[in-house]
């Protein structure tokens, strides 16, 4: 049984940092690409960051500089460090694995590919 579990979401002031956690298990790491995503009230998910098992990575322009994507393969584990937060980063945060096919920048953007999903976890940033 495939499951994603995020941790990590809260509450911070605008310029304040998260590290969001998701813990895979049930089906083979290293075959798939992580991403996260987040979906905003009212608005579309969007592709946030992408990561191959080689490290390679593709980030959305609105958060490149301040969020790094990262993952700990032999914990099966993926990571978001989220810096210098801004009220528009407020958003239900989703972790998810897609089948290794394209590049990580092609899956950046197709939410809709993407095999198996995370519960996901809450981030409020205040102003």
């Known amino acids: 049984q495939v499951q994603l579990v995020e941790s990590g979401g809260g509450s911070v002031q605008s310029g304040g940092s998260l590290r969001l956690s998701c813990a895979a298990s049930?089906?083979?790491?290293?075959?798939?690409?992580m991403g996260w995503f987040r979906q905003a009230p009212g608005k579309e998910r969007e592709g946030v960051a992408v990561?191959?098992?080689?490290?390679?990575?593709s980030y959305a322009d609105s958060v490149k500089g301040r969020f790094t994507i990262s993952q700990d393969n032999a914990k099966n584990t993926l990571y978001l460090q989220m810096n210098s937060l801004k009220p528009e980063d407020t958003a239900m945060y989703y972790c998810?694995?897609?089948?290794?096919?394209?590049?990580?920048?092609?899956?950046?953007?197709?939410?809709?590919?993407?095999?198996?999903w995370g519960q996901g976890t809450q981030v409020t940033v205040s102003s």
């Open positions: 990561i191959d098992r080689d490290g390679s990575t």
């Open positions: 998810a694995a897609v089948r290794r096919y394209y590049s990580v920048d092609y899956y950046l953007g197709r939410p809709w590919l993407f095999n198996y």
């Open positions: 049930g089906y083979t790491y290293s075959n798939y690409y």
